[in-house]
């Protein structure tokens, strides 16, 4: 689990700026699908996020992602998780990016760029990508 005490508002705090991540990255390649945002309910579900919870928090996330220029706010939580937290959102991320079965130009940049901010080493975010990109090829 991600929280150890139950503050409520760390928890939506967190979770709005891990679903602005998200959102951020399936809008880089200008082309939000429904399909990307059904992969960010999933994963938003799979982080411990109540299910009624989910459009509330996805609206949020939106409202700031169009208002920020920049992602180090969305990622100063997310980088002082556990590694094995900040894998699965790399997988997400990823996912997002293989949705369409194609990683753009924007898309890998963002990625190397958020490798560096959440201190995720080279062969594990390469190993991450490589195991999503197959997993999308099917």
């Given at each position: 689990?991600?929280?150890?005490?139950?503050?409520?508002?760390?928890?939506?705090?967190?979770?709005?700026?891990?679903?602005?991540?998200?959102?951020?990255?399936?809008?880089?390649?200008?082309?939000?699908?429904?399909?990307?945002?059904?992969?960010?309910?999933?994963?938003?579900?799979?982080?411990?996020i109540?299910?009624?919870?989910?459009?509330?928090?996805?609206?949020?996330?939106?409202?700031?992602?169009?208002?920020?220029?920049?992602?180090?706010?969305?990622?100063?939580?997310?980088?002082?998780?556990?590694?094995?937290?900040?894998?699965?959102?790399?997988?997400?991320?990823?996912?997002?990016?293989?949705?369409?079965?194609?990683?753009?130009?924007?898309?890998?940049?963002?990625?190397?760029?958020?490798?560096?901010?959440?201190?995720?080493?080279?062969?594990?975010?390469g190993?991450i990508?490589?195991?999503?990109?197959?997993?999308?090829?099917?």
């Amino acid at each position: 689990m991600f929280f150890k005490k139950d503050n409520n508002q760390d928890k939506n705090d967190f979770f709005v700026k891990v679903c602005a991540l998200l959102i951020h990255t399936a809008k880089i390649d200008e082309n939000y699908t429904n399909h990307e945002e059904e992969i960010i309910k999933k994963t938003l579900e799979e982080l411990g996020i109540k299910k009624e919870n989910i459009s509330q928090t996805l609206s949020d996330a939106k409202k700031i992602e169009q208002n920020s220029n920049q992602i180090l706010d969305f990622t100063k939580q997310v980088k002082i998780l556990p590694k094995e937290n900040k894998i699965k959102i790399i997988e997400a991320l990823w996912s997002i990016i293989y949705s369409d079965k194609d990683a753009d130009l924007y898309e890998t940049n963002l990625m190397r760029r958020l490798a560096g901010l959440l201190y995720i080493d080279t062969k594990t975010m390469g190993d991450i990508k490589e195991t999503i990109k197959k997993q999308n090829s099917k």
